[in-house]
C-alpha cells in the first residue's frame, strides 16, 4: 500500500494555465505539507497542515493556494503558473507538527514543467 | 536562507568502501535527521538523533552529531551499488509560534560503483 500518494506524476503545461496536485496519506497522520525542490535539488517548505488547519506558509506567491478537504488529503493549486515554477514538487506527512520531532514521509513527488 | 549545508556536493566510492559525508548548520537546533533521495522518487527518513544525543546508529548507518561545531556526519559502512542517491540532512527551526519546520540543505550526490 502506498503511503503518500501523489497525482498527476508529470504535469506539462503552459505559462498562464491553471493546475492542481493531489496529495493522499493513509498512514493515519495529522499533519501534511508541501514541499518544492528546484532543479539544484535545494527543497524547501511551502506549506503545512495539521489537522486541515494552515500551520506554515512560508513566503509563497499567492498563486499558490493548498487546500485540505480533510487530514488525509492536501492538495495544491497553482494559477496563472510562470516558468519559475517548474520544479518537482513533493507531499510529506508526519504523526503531528510537534517540533519537527517525527520523520516525514514524502510522497513520490510532480515533476511539473511550464513552457 | 538555507539551514544545513553538505559537504561534498558529489562522492563517487566503489562498492564495499565507506562513505562519509557532512552537514554544517547555522541555528540551534531541536534535532537533526538524514533522508536519502534516489533519482526520480521521494525522500526517505534514514535516521533522527536528537541535540542531546552524539551519535546514533542504524544498521550500516552511523550519524554523529555534535552541537558545538554545528555539525553532523553520516557514515555508510560497506557501501553498495543500492546506495547510489543523494543524501540530505535536515534540521528542525522553530518557528515564531513554535511550530517546527525542517530545513533541508542541498544534499550530497552519491554514487556507489560495483
Known amino acids: 500500500d502506498t503511503a503518500v500518494s501523489q497525482t498527476p506524476k508529470y504535469l506539462v503545461t503552459q505559462m498562464g494555465n491553471d493546475k492542481s496536485i493531489k496529495c493522499e496519506q493513509n498512514?493515519?497522520?495529522?499533519?501534511m505539507y508541501w514541499y518544492k525542490q528546484d532543479s539544484k535539488k535545494f527543497l524547501k517548505i511551502m506549506f503545512s497542515?495539521?489537522?486541515?488547519?494552515?500551520?506554515i506558509n512560508e513566503t509563497v506567491p499567492n498563486r499558490f493556494s493548498p487546500k485540505s478537504p480533510d487530514k488525509a488529503h492536501l492538495n495544491l493549486h497553482i494559477n496563472s503558473l510562470e516558468l519559475g515554477d517548474s520544479a518537482v514538487y513533493f507531499c510529506?506527512?508526519?504523526?503531528?507538527?510537534?517540533?519537527?520531532?517525527?520523520?516525514?514521509?514524502f510522497g513520490p513527488g510532480t515533476r511539473l514543467t511550464v513552457t | 536562507s538555507q539551514q544545513g549545508e553538505e559537504d561534498p556536493q558529489a562522492l563517487s566510492i566503489q562498492e564495499g568502501e565507506n562513505a562519509t559525508m557532512n552537514c554544517s548548520y547555522k541555528?540551534?537546533?531541536?534535532?537533526l535527521q538524514w533522508y536519502r533521495q534516489n533519482s526520480g522518487r521521494g525522500l526517505v527518513h534514514l535516521i533522527l538523533?536528537?541535540?542531546?544525543?552524539r551519535e546514533k546508529h542504524s544498521g550500516r548507518l552511523r550519524v554523529t552529531l555534535d552541537t558545538s561545531k554545528k555539525s553532523s556526519s553520516l557514515l555508510i559502512t560497506a557501501s553498495r551499488a543500492a546506495d547510489t542517491a543523494s543524501y540530505f540532512c535536515?534540521?528542525?527551526?522553530?518557528?515564531?509560534?513554535?511550530?517546527?519546520?525542517?530545513?533541508f540543505g542541498a544534499g550530497t550526490q552519491v554514487v556507489v560503483t560495483p
Open positions: 510529506a506527512s508526519s504523526p503531528t507538527l510537534s517540533g519537527g520531532a517525527y520523520e516525514q514521509y
Open positions: 498512514l493515519g497522520h495529522d499533519t
Open positions: 497542515y495539521n489537522n486541515k488547519e494552515l500551520i
Open positions: 541555528t540551534s537546533i531541536n534535532n
Open positions: 538523533i536528537r541535540s542531546n544525543e
Open positions: 535536515a534540521t528542525t527551526v522553530m518557528t515564531t509560534d513554535s511550530w517546527g519546520k525542517l530545513q
